[in-house]
């Protein structure tokens, strides 16, 4: 692997105008693009406007359809295995309400599940019987995988799980439970939407049989841009909640087949100038290299969250074994949100995290609202100390 120098980062926000501006810290909300991705959304859709939409499309088939080779090197799979939709949520449920469950089926997830994941469990249970059960964190706060193991039965049908929450730096041990699941042959269904680019992610060493991400945050790609890989062990066996004539076709009057490949998840209509754009953005990141990538945000906020702790006042709530470039903090005494602003009026930009977005996490935490500063490798040593001192002035 080679680690990035400080020449390829100065390189990095060269591409990357944004940088000039702001000192952005909220990659796991929206990162800053590079130039090659804004320019080829920019471009197409200027195309498109003297050209025709229908007409472009013909005219960049090749290169569309190339997007999805690009997601398949990104995730380690074939291209038949990807779709490409427009968000994390939209791929996740495509696969999620393809499932069928009856009374009594148990779905296993993390305490530190995604809340819109959470509610579809909730909806589904509450229709068909099924019952949700969170599987316990450890010590280090990951997810329990001895809780897991002692769980498995088969009642169990879906074991579904967040790689990388939201709401902190911990990194789940997915590829452990990827064994657990595949060992009882039940599909594993990953949301990877914190930790698609910013880790070095490869779906036959996880063992998932479908994942989820997005490509505004760590992938640095458009908004309204999502991907899904689904093995075909899962895809043979699930039919899509909901079809179209793209994602199945119209073979009799009687009569429909269900596309073979990733197609059936997806819907006909789509923004081709951004699914151009989010084929850059894999392609940019697999250029500057994903184990690169994940070295340098690991270190990066490693050194963020050790700087804060010096500061009296600051508590970092990041836990885990092994932990990502999301660096959660609350200062006492003074409310997240004021952090936030005092740091956006330094052009420093954070967010917030909101404790009804992750219930099952709260239950045995009790965190405070935290300030959410997520890195990523085009940040800078520099841009973290500004970081550090401006909250500093603030205690
Ligand atoms: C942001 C996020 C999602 C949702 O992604 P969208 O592209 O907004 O649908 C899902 N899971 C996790 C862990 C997230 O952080």
Redesign the pocket.
Known sequence: MTTLRADDVDRFRRDTPGTEDVIHLNN?GSALPPTQVTDTVLDYLREESVRGGYETAAAHAERIQGVYGSIARFLGADAADISVTD????S?QAVFYAMRFQPGDRILTCRSE?A??AIAYLQVARRTGALVEVVEDDASGQLDVADLERRVDDRVKLIAI?H???QGGLVNPAEEVGAIAERAGIPFLL?A??SAGQLDLDVRRLRCDALSG?G??YVRGPRGT?FLYVHPRLRERIEPAMLDLHSATWTAPDRYEVAPDGRRFETWERNYGLVLGLGAAVDYAMAVGLPAIEERVTALAARLRADLSQVPGVTVHDQGRRRCGIVTFSVAGIDAAEVKNHLSAATINTSTTHAESYQYDQEVRRLPAMVRSSVHYYNTEDELRTLVETVEKLT
């Not at 968000?87 to 939209?90: D, L």
């Open positions: 796991a968000s994390a949520t939209r996740w995604y819109s994941n967040t990388v929450p939201t949301d939407c914190q997005t505004r945050k999502g």
